[in-house]
T-cell receptor, first 112, second 109 residues
């Protein structure tokens, strides 16, 4: 019944590794997002994607890449992880013509 | 640049009323949102304002003045479970959400 689900909830990995975080929504929403929430609690948009357009925040390093196999999924791949990538990553979705985002439960990434 | 300002932290007493302010400067305006985020959890939607005025939803109300670039979230009859961060977010002309850093609300007995 979970509307937006992301896995894993916790991820601890070493610098230089490549990892993926998966996200799925069963709300039938048109648009999905990836956000990064750092230690100061700012929510920063990384990507927004619908079946027509991928919008990338230009400040996001190209080590981060979204992959969307279909409308209900938007996975996040991260290459060559760095210490500064440690944060909580939230997936979210919204209906284009509607308001309000529904967030997943978050993935706490720790790079050691 | 785009900017959302809200107090970092507020303290209130159980049963009381608290008002959390948010001021914004964005490129265009297509609505303002308030979200609640408990520690270690995802943000959850509280309210949405796109027209000036007050929107009431139970113990929570949200007010918007577009001409002043200002909103507030009013929480009444505070309960301990209301201890959380409250995030203000504005949707700009590109329909992107610009987020404030959140206000951590501490409720004391």
């Amino acid at each position: 019944d979970t509307a937006v689900s992301q896995t894993p909830k916790y991820l601890v990995t070493q610098m230089g590794n490549d990892k993926s975080i998966k996200c799925e929504q069963n709300l039938g929403h048109d648009t999905m997002y990836w956000y990064k929430q750092d230690s100061k609690k700012f929510l920063k948009i990384m990507f927004s994607y619908n079946n027509k357009e991928l919008i990338i925040n230009e400040t996001v390093p190209n080590r981060f890449s979204p992959k969307s196999p279909d409308k209900a999924h938007l996975n996040l791949h991260i290459n060559s992880l760095e210490l500064g990538d440690s944060a909580v990553y939230f997936c979210a979705s919204s209906q284009t013509a509607n308001y309000g985002y529904t967030f997943g439960s978050g993935t706490r990434l720790t790079v050691v | 640049g785009q900017n959302i300002d809200q107090p970092t932290e507020m303290t209130a007493t159980e049963g009381a009323i608290v008002q959390i302010n948010c001021t914004y400067q964005t490129s265009g305006f297509n609505g303002l949102f308030w979200y609640q985020q408990h520690a270690g959890e995802a943000p959850t939607f509280l309210s949405y304002n796109v027209l000036d005025g007050l929107e009431e939803k139970g113990r929570f109300s949200s007010f918007l003045s577009r001409s002043k670039g200002y909103s507030y979230l009013l929480l009444k009859e505070l309960q301990m479970k209301d201890s959380a961060s409250y995030l203000c977010a504005v949707r700009d002309s590109n329909y992107q959400l610009i987020w404030g850093a959140g206000t951590k609300l501490i409720i004391k007995p």
